[in-house]
Structure formats: structure tokens, C-alpha cells
């Protein structure tokens, strides 16, 4: 059973900058889709990228173009997202999960991590 761990979230000035991990277990992430998510306080999650199970295609939202960037090294079974120039209203929990289709996000994720808070504030 694959399970998924996030890292890496933390507190950040506006404007600046985090990188999360998510570290998988059990099963190698070679194929599956990876997909970063998010939940701000009081409102729905929502996607924030989806990265293709060999990293060549990824699908970013509209609000994180630009700034945010999502990797992938599967050797070391773990999935990057870097945050630049993050705003206030990135402030979330940010979850990864992983996807049977590898690729795409589109068609359900089988498997979640727990989350790991960014907050984003002066």
C-alpha cells in the first residue's frame, strides 16, 4: 500500500520562499501522477499542480503560475514542490496525492498524505 508523507511546510514572510516534499512509502511512485493540493481555512481544496509520472508534464494552477514548480526524483521515491514569492493567500494545508492514471490528475486520487501547513504572513 503506497502511503504519502509531506514535509517541509512552515512559517514565511511574504515574498518568500518553501520547498515541500512528499515522500512516498511502500510502493515505488514510478506510476502514478502526483498532485499538489490545498486547503485554505474555510474554504474547499483546491489543485494546485498535477506532475506526470515521469515529470514531463505538469499542470499548474492559474493562481501559482509562474511561482510555484513541481518536480520529481523517482529514484529517491520523492515529489518536490518549490513556493517563490508566496503570498498571504497561499496559506494553507498542502496535501499530495497520488494518482492510478500517471497522467493525469483528472480521473481521482487514490492515495493521500496528511498534510503539512504553510502559513504565510508578516
Known amino acids: 500500500q503506497l502511503q504519502l508523507a509531506e514535509s517541509g511546510g512552515g512559517l514565511v514572510q511574504p515574498g518568500g520562499s518553501l520547498r515541500l516534499s512528499c515522500a512516498a512509502s511502500?510502493?515505488?511512485?514510478?506510476?502514478?501522477?502526483i498532485g499538489w493540493f490545498r486547503q485554505a481555512p474555510g474554504k474547499e481544496r483546491e489543485g494546485v499542480v498535477c506532475?506526470?509520472?515521469?515529470?514531463?508534464?505538469?499542470n499548474y494552477a492559474d493562481s501559482v503560475k509562474g511561482r510555484f514548480t513541481a518536480s520529481r526524483v523517482n529514484a529517491e521515491n520523492t515529489v518536490y514542490l518549490q513556493m517563490n514569492s508566496l503570498k498571504p493567500e497561499d496559506t494553507a494545508v498542502y496535501y499530495c496525492?497520488?494518482?492510478?492514471?500517471?497522467?493525469?490528475?483528472?480521473?481521482?486520487?487514490?492515495?493521500w498524505g496528511k498534510g503539512t501547513l504553510v502559513t504565510v504572513s508578516s
Open positions: 496525492a497520488a494518482s492510478r492514471d500517471s497522467g493525469s490528475c483528472n480521473n481521482g486520487m487514490s492515495y
Open positions: 511502500g510502493s515505488t511512485l514510478n506510476y502514478y501522477a
Open positions: 506532475i506526470s509520472s515521469a515529470g514531463g508534464t505538469t
